[in-house]
């Protein structure tokens, strides 16, 4: 198993936060980025169930897409 699992996050239109593990089917939401990292390592936790084989770094990879006017 990988020693890292790396979070895509970004901001929903709707406001908040969402998460996708790259290579991995698991996704979380969140009001609020402190939030968003417990529901992460829950998430990680719970796919994961064996301790074991869980990753032992989890990584956010912060995507901020802005668009600017010419």
């Given at each position: ?6 979070f895509e996050v970004t901001e ?59």
């Open positions: 198993m990988s020693s890292e699992i790396i929903s239109p709707e406001g908040g936060f969402s998460a996708s593990a790259l290579g991995y089917g698991i996704h979380t939401q969140a009001e609020t980025f402190e939030e968003l990292r417990d529901m992460v390592r829950e998430a990680v936790a719970c796919y994961f169930d064996d301790p074991a084989k869980a990753p032992r770094l989890i990584r956010l990879h912060y995507v901020r897409d802005e668009v600017l006017a010419a």
